[in-house]
């Protein structure tokens, strides 16, 4: 009686913030009356008639950027004077994206919200959150955020909540299970939440530099979206560990214990995939189902991509999380034929075992294929971006297929920051397919992800380390000019004009 009387209250209390605005707001829904690619045409009018509370909030839009610029794995091979394959067939990378000496974090986020807001048509003051998430540190004090927000300068708006969240690769994912909590709750006004993964990746010279990359994602949550969150079944795993952590605040270089963060990585989605699959069957025996969850329920399955070949063995880690949970598992024909010599292992002791390891990602081989393989576009020919590199994965996705063969699919989506936090949690893609449906719309909007990509200019090795040279020596310098051109930034992007003597940035945008 409690809980439905609060429940009440809050839908009260949302109907008379939205009755009292004075601005007209955006709406959180999209209407079938929409015809162009737009959040702009709805009424606030009719959420504040609506009798129920926000449903399918997901998210509604996304936006992706990256570097203009890359070199070639192969070729980071040759320089670096390794083995043939260390970096393209080990790692599994094809080309790493990588900023120039006018881009930095804030100019990431400034262009890909920006590029989110204009492409979608929004209005700066249907916005009513933002939040970013990043380990991407320049200022110990002042966040991102708080730079984003000259963006709504012009709009007048500055009632927008949210501010930057940092775990290691994890701050994206908590900024969006913040957002879409913040429109589930009795703090929803009605308007859009904005979340910004970003991050620049770049290590030391040496083994772990080939696994850097930048980029960042702009999402725009709210209900009514084609990518609803699943409620109830998110998984989460906390620990305290050093993996990989960033003690030296005047350095961008990152502290690393390779093969402790990799045992992390499989031990947090282990624990996550377990949580997960108890949260769901609950729910199913709920209304009658009564069947274990397994890898197969997942039509799509994304990860966190530090490098794809991770990706590809912890696919096998989850099929090996089944096989072990099964309790009659077929292994004289199907999935996990031949498999029998595995049955009594211990996850716990698995981690190194390179027995189990192949014999599973052998197993795991179509499956990878089917459901995972495709996600890794943008991992592959970018690199690692950190925050924003499951949702960069999940735009890869989404650029790959149609509305019809995504409409009612199930995506599971494996997020990891080292130190560490993870959560395994599921998007539900909407079953409306039509042309000019809220999917549609979104699928369109990252259509030209792949022009985007052979868009960008190959640069050398010799010249990939000259620019890493000159950003370890003047990424934290005061009354300093950005080096080099500006003309290979694509259109629109903002970059770093200058830095004065008290450290204050200045940015500029190109003209698109």
């Given at each position: 009686m409690f809980r439905l009387f609060s429940q009440t209250r809050r839908c009260l209390q949302v109907k008379r913030a939205l009755k009292r605005q004075e601005w007209p707001l955006r709406p959180a829904h999209l209407t079938a009356a929409a015809q162009q690619a737009s959040f702009s045409t709805a009424s606030v009018e009719h959420l504040s008639r609506s009798d129920s509370w926000p449903k399918d909030v997901g998210i509604l839009a996304l936006e992706v950027y990256f570097p203009s610029q890359y070199v070639e794995q192969v070729e980071l091979e040759k320089y670096d004077g390794v083995e043939a394959g260390k970096y393209t067939l080990g790692l599994g990378q094809k080309q790493m994206g990588f900023c120039s000496a006018h881009e930095d974090i804030n100019s990431l986020c400034l262009t890909v919200v920006q590029r989110l807001v204009e492409r979608s048509r929004l209005s700066w003051d249907s916005i009513g959150r933002l939040e970013v998430g990043t380990e991407t540190i320049i200022d110990k004090s002042k966040a991102v955020k708080t730079v984003l927000m000259q963006l709504f300068q012009d709009s007048g708006n500055t009632d927008v909540e949210g501010i930057?969240?940092?775990?290691?690769?994890?701050?994206?994912?908590?900024?969006?299970?913040?957002?879409?909590?913040?429109?589930?709750?009795?703090?929803?006004?009605?308007?859009?939440?904005?979340?910004?993964?970003?991050?620049?990746?770049?290590?030391?010279?040496?083994?772990?530099?080939?696994?850097?990359?930048?980029?960042?994602?702009?999402?725009?949550?709210?209900?009514?979206?084609?990518?609803?969150?699943?409620?109830?079944?998110?998984?989460?795993?906390?620990?305290?560990?050093?993996?990989?952590?960033?003690?030296?605040?005047?350095?961008?270089?990152?502290?690393?214990?390779?093969?402790?963060?990799?045992?992390?990585?499989?031990?947090?989605?282990?624990?996550?995939?377990?949580?997960?699959?108890?949260?769901?069957?609950?729910?199913?025996?709920?209304?009658?189902?009564?069947?274990?969850?397994?890898?197969?329920?997942?039509?799509?399955?994304?990860?966190?991509?530090?490098?794809?070949?991770?990706?590809?063995?912890?696919?096998?880690?989850?099929?090996?999380?089944?096989?072990?949970?099964?309790?009659?598992?077929?292994?004289?024909?199907?999935?996990?034929?031949?498999?029998?010599?595995?049955?009594?292992?211990?996850?716990?002791?698995?981690?190194?075992?390179?027995?189990?390891?192949?014999?599973?990602?052998?197993?795991?081989?179509?499956?990878?294929?089917q459901k995972t393989k495709p996600s890794l576009l943008l991992s592959s020919r970018n690199g690692n971006m950190y925050t924003p590199s499951m949702y960069g994965c999940l735009a890869s996705l989404l650029a790959q297929y149609s509305a019809q063969q995504l409409a009612g699919s199930r995506i599971g989506a494996f997020s990891y920051g080292s130190g560490l936090a993870a959560s395994l949690f599921s998007m539900r893609v909407s079953q409306d397919a039509a042309p000019g449906s809220p999917l549609d719309k979104l699928l369109s909007s990252l259509s030209d992800l792949q022009t985007r990509l052979d868009a960008r200019k190959q640069v050398p090795p010799e010249e990939f380390a000259e620019i890493m040279k000159q950003r370890e020596e003047s990424h934290h310098l005061a009354s300093h000019t950005p080096q080099g051109s500006k003309d290979d930034l694509f259109p629109g992007t903002w970059y770093l004009e200058r830095v004065d003597d008290k450290h204050r940035r200045q940015y500029a945008r190109r003209p698109l």
């Open positions: 930057d969240t940092t775990n290691a690769c994890y701050g994206g994912t908590a900024s969006l299970f913040n957002s879409a909590d913040w429109v589930e709750s009795s703090s929803w006004d009605g308007r859009y939440a904005v979340v910004v993964c970003g991050d620049i990746a770049v290590y030391a010279t040496g083994n772990a530099r080939p696994t850097g990359g930048a980029g960042a994602v702009a999402m725009l949550v709210g209900p009514e979206a084609p990518l609803v969150l699943e409620r109830g079944v998110r998984g989460t795993h906390m620990e305290h560990v050093y993996d990989f952590y960033k003690p030296d605040l005047a350095s961008e270089y990152p502290m690393v214990d390779g093969k402790l963060s990799i045992q992390c990585y499989f031990r947090a989605l282990d624990q996550c995939y377990s949580i997960y699959r108890k949260k769901i069957q609950s729910q199913w025996q709920k209304v009658g189902v009564d069947k274990p969850f397994t890898l197969e329920d997942f039509q799509f399955m994304i990860f966190h991509t530090p490098f794809c070949k991770l990706v590809q063995k912890s696919v096998g880690r989850m099929m090996l999380n089944d096989f072990l949970a099964a309790p009659n598992p077929d292994t004289q024909s199907g999935l996990y034929k031949g498999l029998q010599a595995f049955r009594g292992v211990k996850l716990e002791d698995t981690y190194s075992d390179k027995d189990v390891e192949k014999a599973f990602q052998k197993a795991s081989l179509e499956m990878f294929s």
